[in-house]
């Protein structure tokens, strides 16, 4: 990769830029992943030149194998590219930072209201749940499921969820869809290509993935220990956030898991943060951002979304500084990719699951909820309305519909 001269310099003037560019996306990139690499292409391949359309490629490639969300670990590799470990930072922190504030103040208004979470508008931001989660599970399934193997095993995954709810169910449901995708599923064949370079040596690769895999594992006997809120919240948040493989929408069911059951967030005010995180441009992840504020427990507020926040990326930003360095050798394992796709299947069913429970029992109460969302579902999928759009027309709906009622 031909990396150009600003991203060697030493000084302040690249890191300003990265943060700059990457803020400019964080206020305007709405519509969700996808989106987003449409528009990192556009401004750092077609216009600023940053990289070339092969290397992005290849970028995009080796976001999607990893677990996380992977239009944020592009951007961070994108960052590192221009200007090595600061410049992942500066990436992160400029497309992160304004989905995040804007949640925040959405968690004071909800806090404001108190009891009021079954006004009509907050309703209609649950209902709206149900419309974005069933869109994120056709599109999926579209992309994801291509044959009766990878049916089957997401019907499985479906069954099991619902079977063995709770994080360490679904925790279960990933390593055997794994599993079954790496006994049963062949491996498709990858285009070789020139080795792609970044300023990560292989030893930081190591410790990255180390790193990882350390907190993984310490973190929860850690909390269960020490029985201390910022360390629960911070293992709770870094497990949902090392588990998500299949996009931003996935990490749904995970986090309701750990924070609903145990009292930190209500259901209503969980799925009307998560409906709302829907209008906000930027990362879905940003919405453990409302759910560190909106919690009952200290630390919260602006404290403990901080430290939601961290804690969610951090799993994704490890992995893909880790990867970096050896990209292509993974991007050759057949078993990797085979165990990756069972991996995929399996996340669409336990989506769909969550569609279930607990969106659809949480959220649709009556026909004119069920007529809501279905319109909703018609305006994002056959009209292919902007999702901030849709989510605003529903608050509005569910208004209305608990001013007639």
């Known amino acids: 990769m031909t990396v150009d001269p600003v991203s060697r310099r030493t000084g302040s003037p690249a890191l300003v830029e990265v943060f700059g560019a990457f803020l400019k996306l964080g206020l305007t990139s709405f519509g969700g992943p996808i989106a987003h690499l449409g528009y990192f292409r556009e401004e750092f391949v077609a216009r600023r030149k940053w990289l070339d359309e092969k290397t992005y490629a290849d970028l995009v490639a080796l976001c999607q194998f990893l677990p996380g969300p992977a239009s944020s670990q592009v951007g961070v590799a994108v960052g590192i590219a221009r200007r090595g470990l600061l410049g992942g930072a500066a990436a992160w922190l400029g497309f992160t930072l304004p989905s995040a504030a804007a949640l925040v103040l959405f968690a004071y208004g909800v806090l404001a209201f108190g009891n009021g979470l079954g006004s009509g508008w907050l309703h209609g931001l649950k209902v709206v749940t149900v419309s974005v989660v069933a869109q994120a599970v056709w599109a999926m399934s579209q992309n994801l499921l291509r044959g009766r193997a990878h049916t089957s095993i997401a019907v499985l995954a479906a069954l099991g969820t619902l079977a063995l709810p709770g994080s360490s169910g679904q925790l279960a449901v990933i390593a055997a869809a794994a599993l079954a995708g790496w006994c049963l599923l062949p491996s498709a064949t990858v285009a070789q290509s020139d080795a792609v370079r970044f300023p990560v040596s292989r030893r930081t690769g190591i410790v990255a993935w180390v790193l990882f895999f350390v907190l993984l594992a310490v973190l929860p006997a850690a909390a269960k220990i020490s ?19 299949g996009g931003g929408h996935v990490v749904l069911p995970l986090l309701q898991a750990e924070v609903v059951p145990r009292g930190w967030v209500t259901n209503d005010a969980f799925l009307a943060g998560y409906g709302a995180a829907q209008a906000v441009p930027g990362p879905l992840f940003t919405f453990a951002a409302y759910l560190g504020a909106a919690m009952q427990p200290a630390p919260n507020d602006w404290l403990g979304a901080a430290l939601c926040l961290v804690a969610i990326f951090l799993p994704a930003i490890l992995l893909v500084v880790g990867a970096l360095p ?14 990756l796709a069972g991996v995929n299947a399996g996340v669409v069913g336990l989506l769909f699951a969550a569609l279930y429970d607990p969106v659809w029992v949480s959220s649709i109460h009556s026909s004119g909820d069920f007529g809501l969302a279905l319109a909703a579902f018609a305006l994002l999928v056959v009209g292919r309305i902007a999702p901030w759009l849709v989510v605003a027309l529903c608050a509005l709906a569910g208004a209305l519909l608990h001013y007639m009622g």
């Open 227 to 245: 029985q201390t809120a910022w360390l629960q919240m911070f293992d709770s948040f870094y497990r949902s956030g090392a588990l998500v493989f």
């Open 326 to 339: 050896f990209w292509q050798q993974l991007r050759r394992s057949a078993a990797a990719q085979s165990a």
